[in-house]
């Protein structure tokens, strides 16, 4: 197999986990949705690191994403209660705990994208940078070909002796 057959079965972890994770919440088992989106997760990263395939381009919208799914399913499972009138009570300090996880999956997920840009600047300038040296000569040459020789120079600024035709010395003024 090649590099991105690998990447794109891999990729089929993530996103069946995505749909256990929905599934389970359409039945309201968020303890069981928490713990699909937590081990879809987990198994792709074991799966990219037994299968040494290289990690996508999205890899840090996945964990940004995955990160939201298991605040959800915490949020869901431990912050919302049923109070005896039938309304519904909001918990604060696990709403904070799922605060707390989503930042910490958007941070990790900024992380690895930048982590990406940045490997992709690096190598493509190290691939394209002749490309860039040729580019820059060519600019240089068009540079050059634009300013007259030394040669041309002379039309415009004649020598010392000519100067003195326009400018004659100083005893002539005072007659």
């Known amino acids: 197999m090649n590099g991105n057959s690998k990447t794109s079965i891999g990729l089929l972890i993530p996103a069946t986990s995505f749909i256990v994770f929905t599934i389970a919440i359409y039945f309201e088992n968020f303890s069981f949705s928490m713990f699909s989106a937590i081990c879809g997760i987990l198994i792709w990263f074991l799966y990219t690191a037994v ?11 996945i964990i940004i994403l995955f990160g939201l799914l298991i605040s959800v399913g915490y949020f869901l ?56 040296k040729t580019a820059e000569t060519k600019k240089e040459l068009d540079s050059n070909e634009s300013y007259p020789e030394e040669e041309e120079y002379e039309e415009y600024y004649p020598e010392e002796e000519e100067y003195e035709e326009y400018y004659p010395e100083e005893e002539e003024y005072e007659e």
């Open 51 to 61: 299968m040494q395939t290289k990690l996508p381009d999205v890899t840090g919208n």
């Open 77 to 132: 499972n431990f912050g919302i209660s049923n109070n005896m009138f039938g309304g519904i009570d909001f918990n604060r300090e696990t709403i904070i705990g799922s605060l707390m996880i989503l930042l910490i999956s958007v941070v990790l997920g900024v992380l690895f994208n930048n982590s990406f840009s940045e490997k992709e600047a690096s190598s493509s300038n190290n691939f394209n940078s002749d490309k860039y």
